[in-house]
């Protein structure tokens, strides 16, 4: 019997179709499968993807930062993946063999500098260390709450506004509630699926009040959404 859509509807109930459905979406179109089969944070294409929430990630595909200047605490994929995106990226990271395997990514960008800190003093000093001042700063590595500390007017993008994000801030709420009060922040939490992880997670995304997004002239739609425009979308424009 040859599988058709037809056979198929015929012997499998429509909503485990459906279900199936939803599955494929997550394991190949937003690649997540691969990520788990090779331990690698990329989409379906192979290109390299932060380890945050597939949300998180989606949100901030549309902003533009080509003129921003971001700080990681903590480097992976992503620290290719904000190179492509951003003016100046500058990664910490505690690791030795994950700093190795970080920069060889890294050899087709000139606007990275990536540094090694296994010391945790030196770690969590490392924003304070360099006069530059930074309109997005990422925390997700080692030593979170401490990192969180850190941070002031000194290397933070006060006058033009600022965001922070805190990956798995599921697991950090005290330091989700210290990053929020400090700086009367406007905090959304992105919740769902990332790469490689078998469980959902919560990358939390912080703005300051004067934060002006730039967004990148494009329709905004996710990895596999139903692409229409509703018929009371301004039609008479």
């Known amino acids: ?13 429509s909503h485990v179709i459906a279900q199936l459905r939803n599955f494929y979406i997550l394991a190949v179109e937003y690649g997540q499968y691969r990520t788990i089969k090779n331990w690698e944070c990329v989409d379906k294409n192979g290109e390299p993807l932060p380890w945050y929430t597939y949300p998180a990630i989606e949100y901030l595909t549309t902003l533009d930062f ?9 480097g992976g994929y992503s620290t290719a993946w904000w190179a492509k995106r951003a003016k100046f990226v500058m990664t910490v990271e505690s690791n030795y063999d994950w700093y190795k395997k970080i920069k ?6 000139n606007n990275v500098k990536l540094f090694l800190c296994e010391n945790k003093e030196d ?9 530059t001042v930074f309109d997005v700063v990422v925390i997700d590595g080692a030593w979170r709450g401490e990192c969180a500390k850190m941070l002031d007017e000194a ?20 330091t989700t509630r210290y990053i929020r ?15 490689i992880n078998s469980y959902t997670l919560t990358t ?24 229409q425009i509703a018929q009371d979308d301004f039609s008479d424009m």
């Open 155 to 174: 290397v933070l993008n006060i006058r033009d506004g600022f965001m922070i994000i805190l990956d798995n801030s599921d697991w950090y709420p005290k």
């Open 204 to 227: 939390t995304i912080f703005f300051s009040r004067n934060f002006k997004p730039y967004y990148l002239d494009k329709l905004i739609y996710s990895v596999a959404p139903i692409q």
């Open 66 to 74: 080509s003129k921003s200047y971001v700080f990681e605490f903590g």
């Open 181 to 195: 009060d400090k700086w009367d922040l406007i905090r959304v939490d992105f919740h769902g699926f990332s790469p």
């Open 1 to 13: 019997m040859k599988l058709t859509k037809k056979v198929i509807k015929k012997f499998i109930p």
């Open 104 to 109: 060889d990514k890294l050899s087709n960008h």
């Open 123 to 131: 770690y969590v000093n490392s924003i304070l260390r360099t006069k």
